[in-house]
Structure formats: C-alpha cells, structure tokens
T-cell receptor, first 107, second 114 residues
Framework: AQSVSQHNHHVILSEAASLELGCNYS??????LFWYVQYPGQHLQLLLK??????LVKGIKGFEAEFIKSKFSFNLRKPSVQWSDTAEYFC?????FGTGTRLTIIP | KAGVTQTPRYLIKTRGQQVTLSCSPI?????VSWYQQTPGQGLQFLFE???????NKGNFPGRFSGRQFSNSRSEMNVSTLELGDSALYLC?????????????FGPGTRLTVL
C-alpha cells in the first residue's frame, strides 16, 4: 500500500509569506495523490489532486503542488499566504492520509 | 445539493458496548468511505463501500464493520468498544470511488469511549 508522510507538523508564517508544505509518498504502483484542507470548524475539502499528466497541479484558492517522481514528493505551495489560509493540511494517497500540517498565519 | 451528513454528531459509550454510526452521501454518489481520525494516528482508512459491496478495507480489526444500503446510505458498526476507539469518525462520498475521484467529507461523529 502506498503511504504518505508529512514532516512539518506545525508551520507559522506571516501574511504574504510564501508557503511550501512537504509531502513524500512511498512507491506503490499507480500514483494518486491529493491535498486536503480542513479550516477551523469545517469539513475536510479537496484542494487539488494528481493522477497523471502535467506534474504541476493547480488547485483552489491559489494553491498548487508539484509531483516530482525522482524525489517521491508532492509538495504543496502558495506564493503568498493570507490569514484565511490558517487550517490543517493533509496530503493523501489512495490508501492513506498523512498526519497533517497545522498552518498558522499571523496577520 | 446537500452535503454528506453523519449522525449522530456526538456519542458517548462505555467499554464493551457497541455503536452504530450512520452516513448519508451526496445524492448520486455510490461510493462511501469511512475514516478514523485521532490525534496520535491521524486519518486512517477503514473501508469503502460501493453499490452495497465492500470494495476496499484498511487495517482495522474485525470489530469494525460496515454496510451500505441500496440508497447508498452507509452504516459503520464497532463492537466491543475499547478506550482506544475514541476518535472522530469521518465519512466521505464520491461518484465512483475513493482514490480515483474527489471525495466529499461529512462533519464526522465524535465517539468517546469511557
């Protein structure tokens, strides 16, 4: 089964800073990778997903992720974060979710 | 279109009891997946049902079971509850299946085992 790992447990940034959250996956055949976000008090929702094709995936709210096969990585990025991006972010494969990264944006 | 609903939202049980949680997917969605979320283990996949059949299963003991009805509603049952079963149980629905399709999550059922 394909597992994913997130090494950043809690990230604190100021508004307008650039964001990169790490996600590594283990080899396991077909690669289906996702980033989910959970805003305070809200349900988990999909930010973006990668199945094949262009390794640079655009998601909602200005987020993007790059699939780098040679590094087994699928990092989430945003050039300029906002206070409203404060949330917990989960990287996921078909079978597993990462442990999540709590992102706190300081106004 | 109404989202995924889960009932009840909160539940308190004692060790040894059993519990049934319910999930109503988005209309038209045939796949329902269940997850357990705990601070220590994060989100773990329990199982997926599609057209009333269990199609995929995570690494949980047999005390955790589920079923899906013809209207795609799903129930999850945990028998002989243990303290470690205290968690947020999330249900997600999708059109054709988890892992290949966008999943829509419900608010979860918070289970506390005393």
């Amino acid at each position: 089964a394909q597992s994913v790992s997130q090494h950043n447990h809690h990230v604190i940034l100021s508004e307008a800073a650039s964001l990169e959250l790490g996600c590594n996956y283990s080899y396991g055949g077909t690669v289906n990778l996702f980033w989910y976000v959970q805003y305070p008090g809200q349900h988990l929702q999909l930010l973006l997903k990668y199945f094949s094709g262009d390794p640079l995936v655009k998601g909602i709210k200005g987020f993007e992720a790059e699939f780098i096969k040679s590094k087994f990585s699928f990092n989430l990025r945003k050039p300029s974060v906002q206070w409203s991006d404060t949330a917990e972010y989960f990287c996921a494969s078909k079978e597993a979710f990462g442990t999540g990264t709590r992102l706190t944006i300081i106004p | 279109k109404a989202g995924v609903t889960q009932t009840p939202r909160y539940l308190i049980k004692t060790r040894g009891q059993q519990v049934t949680l319910s999930c109503s997917p988005i209309s038209g969605h045939r796949s329902v997946s269940w997850y357990q979320q705990t601070p220590g283990q994060g989100l773990q996949f329990l199982f997926e049902y599609f057209s009333e059949t269990q199609r995929n299963k995570g690494n949980f003991p047999g005390r955790f079971s589920g079923r899906q009805f013809s209207n795609s509603r799903s129930e999850m049952n945990v028998s002989t509850l243990e303290l470690g079963d205290s968690a947020l149980y999330l249900c997600a629905s999708s059109l054709v299946g988890y892992g290949t399709d966008t999943q829509y999550f419900g608010p979860g059922t918070r289970l506390t085992v005393l």
